[in-house]
């Protein structure tokens, strides 16, 4: 299958500070990119959908000023969480698509600690 | 709504069949897929069938889907330690791009 890559793997930073998470495709082009995040214990929670070069979609609850998400080309994705907080720890996951209606493969995830 | 039932945790011995099963209320769906999620990792797809299938099998895992009552298993034969982790089941309907419902995940341990 496709691979999907996450980028950190892990990463802690301090509160108020911002945090960028990329997600590329290595071998594939994504024209639609999605980022989850899970708690624990938890299923996986759709924060929103990007297709590159527009805006992305954001799910009911997402605050999109806290969670921007850029997809300016076809392999990358990024997510950055500005001025974390503590309660935005959590496991975040990617996943990218070539098209409509086609399997999405997952990136591996990225754990964010926030102290 | 969409939701997605599975039973939180499985506990079974090393080769013995594994049997996870998952609920879904959405009669359009038109994909169910199984995942695996290993520890600190994304999730990996399994196999996946499609809503007019009975039965799909894939080496050690086969899928049943019993449609009329909305109910998806997946059974991992000879299961081993290495099959330990989280399994999602997860659906999506013909419309729209690739967005899956979720399943919470069972976790299935492993015992030697």
């Known amino acids: 299958g496709a691979v999907v890559s996450q980028h950190p793997s892990r990463v802690i930073c301090k509160s108020g500070t911002s945090v960028k998470i990329e997600c590329r495709s290595l071998?594939?082009?994504?024209?639609?990119m999605f980022w989850y995040r899970q708690f624990p214990k938890q299923s996986l929670m759709l924060m929103a959908t990007?297709?590159?070069?527009?805006?992305?979609?954001?799910e009911q609850g997402v605050e999109k000023d806290k969670f921007l998400i850029n997809h300016a080309s076809l392999t990358l994705s990024t997510l950055t969480v500005t001025s974390a907080h503590p309660e935005d720890s959590s496991f975040y996951i990617c996943?990218?698509?070539?098209?409509?209606?086609?399997?999405?493969?997952f990136g591996q995830g990225t754990r964010l600690t926030v102290v | 709504g969409e939701d997605v039932e599975q039973s939180l945790f499985l506990s079974v011995r090393e080769g013995d069949s594994s049997v996870i099963n998952c609920t879904y209320t959405d009669s359009s769906s038109t994909y169910l897929y199984w995942y695996k999620q290993e520890p600190g990792a994304g999730l990996q797809l399994l196999t996946y069938?499609?809503?007019?299938?009975d039965m799909k099998q894939d080496q050690r895992l086969t899928v049943l889907l019993n449609k009329k009552d909305k109910h998806l298993s997946l059974r991992i034969a000879d299961t081993q330690t290495g099959d330990s982790a989280i399994y999602f089941c997860a659906e999506k309907n013909s419309g729209g791009s690739y967005i899956p419902t979720f399943g919470r995940g069972t976790s299935l341990i492993v015992h030697p």
């Open positions: 069938i499609f809503s007019n299938m």
């Open positions: 990007s297709n590159e070069g527009s805006k992305a979609t954001y």
């Open positions: 996943s990218a698509s070539s098209g409509l209606n086609t399997e999405a493969f």
């Open positions: 071998d594939f082009q994504a024209t639609t």
